[in-house]
């Protein structure tokens, strides 16, 4: 039975989207089409133990999900000449018959990240249908409780249905505003991987390897759309990483500090690669790069770099200051009064961070606090700088990153 439900596990791994995807284009109800994809994952583990696993598998779980589509309309008396001719066609469905639709994929994204949810319920929707992670899995990833993860998933579909949302990708005078949401959503759960909010643990790798994947679905879909190819691109960089930002026991290591020697260079080249796709599909548009191509050459830049000392620091600020016109938002400002810091020194970036502190975007946030604590250091204003560690320690969830920024502190004595 364990083995069993290791291959059912796997198979919905690799499966599940498509054949939630395949049946919400039966049913254009994509809350229904999860459902019966679940119940037929059930019947899967009772029935593959005792009559053997299917050759085909997905075709297995579609097959079984669709017929549950049929009794559900049954029961609910709905069923008309068009359900029972499509009941008669699944009852002589053929494994070569199972040939999804990429388009249904799409279509199946975008419903999830549809703008009438919020952003919490686009998250847990998108982990749960398009990822197919489990709720206990989703629960551990965004570091809340299962109950918490099951309401805002019931929410979320009770939502779609009150709105009458088509499963269809958007007309295209929505579609940049809801690929937004779409990509929104893919780097918001890679960014709780690479720099966690909570709990003990700085990166999350599982969480970002699940935003990566879903990335790169995205991008395969829609391969002539540069700014999915470009957050593959960033996420490739920064996940390049990873093996050098901790420490065997946990313990967070900076920049500066990380063994470069670490970092996936395969994983770099491959970033490499698909920022220039990006940059030819932008060019074949006749744009620019937007925010994610940006972020990507970026983050380029870093893994490029032999070191911290030899990183071209001054293409990083005009990055920034480009970004900065085309997607204003406080945290690049402080990312580019980092990066003004160390091409010009902490005088010249301490204005541009107390300019911030003074326009209290980032109130209650550990952010600021611990860069201004950084650049009064850099300064010799210790005591000071010494205060605004203290202050971000107090502010972060993060347990490790606490120990970093009092670590700081205490160094400073």
């Known amino acids: 039975m364990n083995d069993t439900r290791r291959t059912v596990e796997a198979v919905w791994r690799i499966e599940g989207l498509r054949i939630v995807a395949s049946v919400a284009k039966m049913t254009g109800d994509l809350g229904l089409a999860e459902d019966v994809a679940q119940e037929a994952l059930l019947e899967a583990l009772g029935s593959w133990p005792r009559d053997g696993i299917p050759s085909n598998p997905g075709a297995w779980l579609t097959a079984v999900a669709k017929r549950r589509v049929i009794d559900a309309w049954r029961r609910r008396e709905r069923l008309d000449d068009r359900y029972a001719a499509i009941a008669h066609t ?82 295209p005078a929505e579609w940049k505003a809801r690929l937004s949401a779409v990509l929104g959503v893919v780097y918001l759960v890679f960014t709780e991987g690479y720099a966690a909010t909570g709990g003990d643990r700085w990166v999350r790798p599982d969480l970002a390897d699940e935003a990566l994947r879903l990335g790169r679905i995205v991008a395969g879909l829609l391969p002539r759309e540069p700014e999915p190819l470009a957050l593959v691109a960033l996420m490739e960089f920064q996940r390049s990483r990873f093996a050098a930002r901790e420490t065997r026991t946990g313990e967070p290591v900076l920049l500066a500090d990380q063994d470069r020697s670490r970092w996936d260079r395969g994983q770099i080249l491959r970033g490499v690669d698909v920022l220039k796709k990006a ?134 004595r």
């Open 279 to 412: 940059d030819a599909a932008a060019a074949a548009r006749g744009i620019g790069r937007g925010s994610y191509a940006l972020q990507a050459a970026i983050a380029q830049c870093h893994a490029v770099a032999p070191s911290v000392e030899e990183t071209d620091w001054q293409r990083i600020v005009l990055h920034y200051e480009v970004l900065g016109r085309l997607a204003p938002s406080p945290i690049v400002e402080l990312n580019r009064a980092v990066a003004v810091s160390m091409a010009y020194g902490a005088a010249d970036a301490l204005p541009l961070v107390d300019a911030l502190e003074a326009s209290g975007e980032l109130r209650g946030s550990h952010l600021v606090p611990s860069v201004r604590g950084e650049l009064l250091a850099q300064l010799g204003r210790v005591d000071e700088a010494r205060s605004e560690l203290l202050t971000a320690a107090g502010l972060t969830a993060n347990a490790a990153q606490r120990k970093v920024l009092e670590a700081k502190a205490d160094a400073l």
């Open 90 to 171: 699944l009852d002589e469905a053929t494994d070569d018959e199972w040939q999804p639709i990429d388009d249904d994929v799409m279509r199946l994204i975008f419903t999830a990240c549809h703008p009438a949810l919020s952003r919490e319920s686009q998250v847990a929707l998108t982990l749960r249908v398009v990822a197919g992670l489990s709720t206990e899995e989703i629960a551990r990833m965004l570091l809340t409780t299962v109950p918490t993860v099951q309401a805002r998933i019931t929410r979320a579909k009770k939502s779609l249905a009150a709105a009458r949302v088509p499963f269809e990708t958007p007309d």
